[in-house]
């Protein structure tokens, strides 16, 4: 079971993080392009700076789903350092459900977004603004994933009574290691 899940999870991870490169990849063309284009022959693309603002939200978007995959968020852990072992995997459960919940409500507020934004344009692109908001839908159900397969680690650790690795990330470092 958990060999199946934990390969799902690293083959999403891996299409999001060729996903938010190649979308940085686009938008450093099109920043450089303009750049080119206004400095060298004088006149600029009028639907450059949209577009790569678009592509930048939606590369931060992602990065920020791939980094909480990571555990490379800031967070506050003088308090799990001191409790008891058993209290501290509780305490991530918690905290894993607590992410799952504040998650959903983004997925459903950027859902709402996205829908009512649809009749709105961008001045000089002409794409719905819709577009520059369903990233907010995307990298939560990312997020979720994620966050699902924390839970599953610390569960699993509350369960055996056992250090496991911080999450899945952790565990495929471990095992490249080895």
């Known amino acids: 079971m958990y060999g199946v899940l934990e390969k799902v999870v690293r083959k999403i991870a891996k299409a999001a993080e060729v996903a938010a490169a190649i979308l940085l990849a686009v938008m450093c063309c099109l920043v450089f392009t303009n750049v080119v284009c206004r400095y060298l022959l004088h006149f600029s693309i009028p639907w450059s700076e949209e577009i790569s603002r678009f592509l930048q939200i939606w590369t931060v978007f992602i990065g920020t789903a791939l980094v909480y995959r990571e555990n490379g968020h800031m967070g506050l852990d003088i308090l ?99």
């Not at 459900?97 to 344009?121: N, R």
């Not at 603004?129 to 509350?158: D, E, G, Q």
């Open 80 to 178: 799990v350092k001191v409790l008891p072992k058993q209290a501290a995997r509780l305490v991530a459960v918690i905290v894993d459900v607590l992410v799952i919940y504040l998650t959903i409500l983004i997925f459903q507020g950027g859902f709402q977004l996205t829908v009512s934004m649809h009749g709105w344009t961008a001045p000089a692109s002409g794409l719905s603004y819709s577009w520059k908001f369903c990233i907010v839908i995307f990298s939560m159900a990312l997020m979720l994933i994620f966050a699902f397969n924390n839970l599953f680690w610390h569960v699993a650790s509350l369960i055996k009574n056992e250090d496991l690795p911080v999450n899945s990330k952790a565990a495929e470092q471990e095992d490249e290691g080895k």
